[in-house]
């Protein structure tokens, strides 16, 4: 199994920032894809940033110029820095990773999320 550990949700002001970041465990071989995703109350879960083992990117179309996703491959983590946040960034946000994990000496797809942290953007 690998499981995935979030920080650094919280309150922050319009025009705020804040930096999510979340930590991969396990028996992992490799990860490839790396990334975050949220959800407002009544609203469906939508894709934010995600991004490769390799370092390309895709964002939201909603997030493009505020967000910024990185990742440190030696630490199985993945950040994502979000800059000049609006009301409507106020969701839970999930991270999620997939990969390829030893399972009995064998390599197993796997595709995990994050407990979710929340963001809220308020004045």
């Known amino acids: 199994q690998v499981q995935l550990v979030e920080f650094g949700g919280g309150l922050v002001q319009p025009g705020g920032s804040l930096r999510l970041s979340c930590a991969a465990s396990?028996?992992?071989?490799?990860?490839?894809?790396m990334g975050w995703y949220r959800q407002a109350p009544g609203k469906e879960r939508e894709l934010v940033a995600r991004?490769?083992?390799?370092?390309?990117?895709g964002y939201a179309d909603s997030v493009k110029g505020r967000f910024t996703i990185s990742r440190d491959n030696a630490k199985n983590t993945v950040y994502l820095q979000m800059n000049s946040l609006k009301p409507e960034d106020t969701a839970d946000y999930y991270c999620?990773?997939?990969?390829?994990?030893?399972?009995?000496?064998?390599?197993?797809?796997?595709?995990?999320w994050g407990q979710g942290t929340q963001v809220t953007v308020s004045s």
């Open positions: 396990g028996s992992i071989l490799s990860i490839n894809d």
């Open positions: 991004i490769t083992s390799g370092g390309s990117t």
């Open positions: 999620y990773a997939a990969g390829l994990y030893w399972t009995f000496a064998v390599p197993t797809d796997f595709t995990s």
